[in-house]
Structure formats: C-alpha cells, structure tokens
C-alpha cells in the first residue's frame, strides 16, 4: 500500500516538474491577456464603463472564467476553450449592442425566445458603426491573432488531467449554485437601476446578463400559502351590479397603439404643427388620463400582458416576457370575464401572428378569434408596417358582419409606429426642435397619422346606434435619440437619473371613449394608473360586473395607484422601490400572493377569485 502511494507520488512530482516549463508561464500570460480583452469588448459593446466598482468588476471576470472553464471540462484543451469563449462573448457582445441600438434596451437571456420578431422587424433598421463598435471588433481580432501565434503544448489525458478538469466543474457547478440559489450575488453590490442600459453600463455586460438569468427561476413568495389566500378571498367586499339583465351592455373595442405617446409629458418641445390634434382635443363622452407602464422602447406584450390580465410586472422576474414563459395554459383575463358575460371575443394583430408567441397565448387568454398580418383584409402600408387606417377598417368590418343580438370585444394592437424611425422613404409632416432630431420627426409624422386614424374610427362609431366604448392606450415610448430625451429631462429636473425624473419615460397615454353618455365626471380624480388597473377601470366604465380579484385591485389602487415593473407610486405621489420599507408593503405583499394564486398554483388556484359571481352574470 506504502509503495503504491509512493509511486502515485512520484508520477506526480515527475508530471509537473517535467511539464511547467515555459509553456506554463505562456498558458498562464495568455489567460491573463485574453480575459482582459474579451472584458473590454464586452464593455465597448454595451456602452459600459471600463474602469469601476471593483466587485462589479471582479464579477464580470469571474463570468468570463467560468465559460473558459466551462468549455476546457469538455474539450480538454485550453487553446479551444478559449477559442470558443472569445467567439461566443463577441457573438453576444454584438447582438447586445445591435438590439440596444434599435430597440432602446440590453439584450436579455429570453430574447433567444424572440428570434423570430427579431428577424422580422430587422430589415427596417439602419445602423451607424459607431467608435465602441468598431473598436469592440479591432480588440476581438488582436486577441484572435495572439491566440494563433501563440503554440501550447497538450498533455495526454491521463488520470491527473481528468481530475482536474472534474475539480473545475465543481467550482463552477458551486459557485453557479452559490450565485443562483443564495444571496452570492448581494456581495459584488450590482446596480439596480430603473433604466436597463444604465444598470448593463453600471455593472458590465456579462455580470448584467448572469444577473438577468437568475430571473428565470420563480420562487414563491415568503409566508404564502393556501390559508393566508383563503382569508384574503374571504376578506375582499363583492360590489354586485343591480338589475343586470335590464343593463345594455356596450361592444367593447380596446386598441393598444403601437410607441403610442404623448412626449410633451416628458417636458415642452416645438414643433411646427399639431400632432396629437383630434385626441387631444377630443372630451365629450370621454376619459383621460397617463398610463404607466413597465417597458420603454420595445417588449411591447409585456403592456397587454399586464392590461389583459391585470397582473403585474412587479411580481415576475424582471425583463421577462410572460406571453413566452408563463401563458402556458388557459390563463384568466379580460377576455375570459367578457366571455362570461356572454361576449364574442377576438383579437386583431396587424403583423405575424407568432410574433412573442401571441399565436399560443390569445387562445389561452380566451379570444376566440385571432386575425393577424396573414388574414387581415386590405391592408395598406406605411413604410413596412401595416397602417392603423386598414387595421381600424378590419375592426369595422368585425362589427358590421356581427349578428344583432352579439355583443363585441375586440382587442386590437397596432404596428404603425413601431420603430425604427429611419425611413428615408418616408416623408415627414412634423418638423420639432427645429429638426436636429430626425428620428423623433418621423416618430411624431406617423402619430399624426395615426391621430387622423383614430379621428375615422371614432367617427365611424358616433353614427352607430349600439352602445359602443373605445379605449385606446400606448404600450411604451417610443425609442428617438437619447440626446432627445436627456435634455427634456434635464429642463425639468435637477437630478435626470431621479425615480421621479426616469418615470417620465415610462408614461403613455390612455383614453376610454363611448358613444352614449357616460359619467365623466366619475373619473376626473382619476389622472394617473398603471396598465394592471385599465382593465377594471374599462370595466367599471361600461357597468360590467368585476370579478374579487378586480374588485381588490379597486381597492388597492386607491392606496397604490402606479404599480409597475419598475417601482411603485402611492396615494401621496412618492415613488418607491419595491426593496424599501413603507407602510404600503403588506398591501403589495397581498397583491403578490394573489397574482402567484393566479398565475403558478394550478393545484391549489382559488378560481372564484378570478371569474365572475354566478348571480351577476347576464346572458347576451
């Protein structure tokens, strides 16, 4: 036994007194060298800092060893893993900053979910090669050549070899453990922050991403279980409608407008004509108000996620994309509710139709119709969009080929105005700031377009005799220049990067519009709410019966009116983040419990909560 650790040993002395040479201190040098280089591509491809919080930093090196440790268990071979690390990190770096480039926000790990909007939108995108990306490439390329010239020796697999590649899998299987399932991650002290591109430039591209990733893993909430929800079920007061078989009810026809914004929210700007003329100068029979929403520049379903479902983005991983990973199975919503109500219920998308999965999850939030860019009828373009024009007259064409007794809800969403705005095709009406900005001039030229459209929708319906309510919102802002935006916010507030002043971006407008009377004075104190309200506050409009779990939110929004993804506002208009301490958290806490009840406790899901009382429905 002696002798056998002894000649254990000794192949073991002999291993690494033969083998470190100088091609050991050469290994050494190039994982010295190469790590930096893909760490400062990496930067300048996210617009990111070079030089910062030390910990953040250390974070993003460890990444990028881990994927070279990663590779090197599989290969054996330290030169092909490095290979396959530098490809890799440069493949993402470019992708993450083509997709900021067009769309306004990082790249995240479920965007791979999306290939498919991506390369359908990509055509009508035009992209300058700025210096980071140009000197992102010139830095992959050097660290290329130096690994061609650079020779390594490569030792035989043998036992010592094989273990130590099993010992690198280990620390990586430990610390991705560590990072994903314990609070690891709460020592590098990574930047929260409301807007993406700051926290990706705040904490580096890779550790942003890994950060992102672990939103992929949905934990319940702490202290929920059945019992606390059957008290909360219990606790929430049933406004029941009266006489509801003598009520009218109304069609309903909801559209959200694709970047649809009114950016002098943000701050004052000049431009040489009106732009938004009919809608904001449109009042009787109608309600208005700012819509917050959880998204800025694109993930456009993530608003009628939260407008149909009235879920909230607060309470799933952030930057996720529920249409794609949680609309999995038939789903409660706005449109199971109008079911209930005897309604016929469709969906119109004027695009692909498995854009964002929409294909799968409108049949599961109950429409029973879906007509999209391949069955749509008529349809005219501008630029490479369908217009908002040709999509209202398929709505039109939906009501009218309707039976008498059938009552409407339609849900509608545009693809006007969807970005980018660089069309040289395409003329401009609306001049701002004197034209230093010319993607905001082509922005704000189709919403005029799209104002002019809406003005032919609701003329159409002012002439009908069937009780008729059109509510039309925005999903997000649209992404102009970022210069554009600085400087409104810069007017406006002395701290731009404030919660209050980064807020401003994430507003859009809503406005509810009937042909009959209406109550409007009802609603006036009712200026601001976020997109999980709207719904509610649609039905609450037309007199329709809500269900408990509407009828909390009812209540909740008088204590919290703005509940986004990003943060919350309360009644006395002081912005939060979700990880402070104020006296609205056990309120958030019960909204929390109950959105998991809804959306991931199939086995135990209260569904009385979510459907409408048996005694209040009314047979159309």
């Not at 043998?158 to 453990?177: A, E, P």
Request: aromatic share 16%.
């Amino acid at each position: 036994m002696i002798t056998k650790i002894n000649n254990i040993k000794q192949k073991f002395i002999e291993f690494f007194t033969k083998k470190i040479d100088k091609d050991i201190y050469i290994k050494t040098l190039i994982l010295i060298i190469i790590p930096i280089l893909i760490y400062i591509y990496c930067q300048l491809f996210s617009n990111g800092k070079l030089i910062f919080e030390t910990s953040r930093m250390i974070l993003n090196f460890l990444f990028i060893y881990l994927i070279i440790g990663f590779f090197y268990f599989f290969t054996g071979k330290i030169k092909i893993s490095i290979y396959i690390s530098l490809v890799i990190t440069f493949i993402v770096g470019i992708i993450n900053h083509f997709i900021t480039a067009f769309r306004g926000t990082p790249l995240v790990p479920w965007d791979i979910f999306s290939v498919n909007v991506a390369l359908s939108v990509l055509p009508t995108f035009t992209f300058d090669v700025s210096f980071q990306l140009l000197l992102g490439i010139i830095i992959f390329t050097l660290a290329i050549y130096i690994l061609t010239k650079v020779e390594f020796k490569s030792f035989k697999n043998n036992k010592f070899k094989i273990s130590y590649r099993v010992f690198v899998l280990l620390c990586i299987v430990l610390f991705g453990y560590s990072f994903y399932f314990t609070n690891l991650i709460d020592k590098f002290e990574l930047d929260e922050n409301w807007d993406p591109k700051e926290e990706y430039h705040n904490n580096g591209l890779l550790a942003s991403l890994f950060k992102q990733s672990r939103n992929l893993i949905i934990s319940t909430p702490e202290g929920y279980n059945i019992n606390v929800i059957n008290e909360l079920a219990s606790s929430i007061e049933i406004n029941l409608i009266e006489n509801v078989e003598e009520y009218q009810y109304p069609n309903i026809i909801a559209i959200m407008n694709e970047s649809f914004a009114e950016l002098q929210k943000i701050g004052s700007f000049s431009t040489n004509t009106e732009y938004l003329p009919f809608f904001n100068n449109l009042t009787k029979n109608t309600i208005k108000g700012n819509l917050h929403v959880s998204i800025f520049g694109a993930t456009t379903p993530n608003s009628e996620w939260e407008f149909l479902t009235s879920n909230s983005m607060a309470f799933v991983p952030k930057r996720t994309v529920p249409y794609q990973q949680y609309v999995l199975r038939p789903t409660y919503s706005l449109a199971t509710i109008l079911k209930e109500h005897g309604y016929t219920t469709n969906a119109i998308h004027s695009y692909y139709p498995q854009g964002y999965n929409r294909n799968l999850a409108y049949p599961r939030l109950g429409f029973n119709s879906f007509f999209s860019i391949n069955t749509l009828r008529n349809l005219d373009y501008i630029r490479e969009y369908p217009s908002d024009l040709s999509t209202y007259k398929n709505i039109i064409e939906l009501y009218k080929n309707k039976n008498d007794n059938e009552k409407l809800f339609n849900f509608t969403l545009t693809m006007q105005n969807h970005g980018s705005y660089t069309d040289e095709n395409f003329q401009n009406t609306v001049i701002a700031e004197n034209g230093i900005y010319p993607k905001l001039n082509q922005y704000l030229s189709l919403i005029k377009i799209a104002d002019n459209s809406l003005e032919h929708l609701i003329n159409y319906f002012s002439n009908q005799e069937e009780h008729t309510i059109i509510l039309i919102f925005g999903d997000h802002q649209p992404y102009v220049e970022d210069e554009f935006y600085d400087v409104l916010l810069s007017k406006n507030y002395a701290d731009p990067t404030s919660k209050e002043a980064t807020e401003k971006k994430y507003i859009t407008p809503f406005m509810i519009w009937a042909n009959y009377d209406i109550n409007e004075e009802k609603y006036e104190h009712i200026t601001d709410i976020s997109a999980n309200y709207l719904s509610s506050l649609l039905l609450d409009v037309a007199g329709i019966q809500k269900t408990p779990y509407l009828q909390f939110l009812d209540n909740l929004r008088e204590e919290i009116p703005i509940i986004t993804g990003n943060g919350f506002m309360d009644k006395n208009g002081i912005y939060h983040d979700f990880s402070e301490e104020t006296p609205y958290n056990e309120l958030l806490k019960k909204y929390n419990y109950l959105q998991f009840n809804n959306m991931f406790d199939n086995t135990k899901k209260i569904t009385s909560l979510f459907e409408v009382p048996q005694n209040n429905k009314k047979d159309i």
